[in-house]
């Protein structure tokens, strides 16, 4: 799993650790809080591990997953949740701003797909990718230009890797609405944004986790991106 060590990964982590999986997990920026995460996930998956990586790096990828084969021999999940999120208004993107929002989301999310398509293509089981997208794929946010089009660029890989993989590698995406609310990066506020929300409340990562355990239960469902934002889309 990459990007484990944010407030939605982390949980994600545990949860699937909480279901009998054996976690390895990539982090970026915060050594600190990733071993606090992994020590959490320990407690239920005693094997699992973490590995420091820069998913907008390709030899970072290749690396991590080198350090995963040398510990493991069998690859039954990738969920990729490695993301990076901040306003970009137009017309003054840079072209620093550009690559490091579409490196990370959608650069590092193609290389890691690779990567595992190459271990699970060899497996006799079924295996499965779930890739974490966002609703600003389909939505026109004026001042996010580089993310929603890495996003929505994700959307369509995961599509390409369901088509070529099938049957052996089952490939959705689940596309979350807000989740949580980071003041310092949101343009609306916690009441604003539930006006735009059909169900009227925001999205729990209990939310994402059911989902997720829906497409690990099922095995007849690829190459779907499912929204899971309380009807926001519907607006």
Not at 63 to 70: I, L, T, V
Not at 111 to 130: D, G, H, W
Not at 185 to 208: A, F, S
Request: aromatic share 8%.
């Amino acid at each position: 799993m990459t990007g484990a060590s944010g407030i939605l990964g982390s949980e994600i982590a545990l949860s699937i650790a909480g279901q009998g999986y054996t976690v390895f997990f990539t982090y970026h920026a915060s050594e600190e809080k990733a071993t606090q995460i992994l020590e959490k996930i320990r407690w239920i998956s005693p094997e699992s591990q973490m590995v420091r990586c820069d998913v907008s790096k390709h030899s970072d990828i290749v690396c991590a997953f080198g350090k995963f084969s040398d510990q493991f021999d069998r690859l039954d999940l990738l969920i990729t949740s490695a993301s990076n999120f901040y306003s970009t208004p137009l017309p003054e993107v840079t072209e620093e701003e550009w690559d490091n929002l579409v490196d990370t989301n959608l650069k590092g999310t193609f290389f890691t797909l690779q990567e595992a398509v190459k271990i699970m293509q060899k497996q006799s089981f079924i295996s499965r990718i779930i890739t974490m997208t966002d609703i600003s794929a389909n939505l026109i946010w004026r001042n996010f230009a580089p993310y929603t089009v890495a996003k929505a660029g994700i959307q369509h890989l995961t599509k390409i890797f369901a088509k070529t993989y099938a049957p052996d590698i089952l490939v959705n995406s689940i596309a979350p609405g807000t989740v949580t609310i980071n003041p310092a990066k949101e343009m609306d506020t916690e009441e604003e944004m539930i006006k735009k929300i059909p169900l009227r409340r925001l999205g729990d990562p209990l939310d994402i986790i059911k989902t997720i355990t829906f497409l690990l239960e099922s095995d007849y469902i690829t190459g779907q991106i499912i929204a899971v934002d309380g009807g926001r889309l519907l607006l």
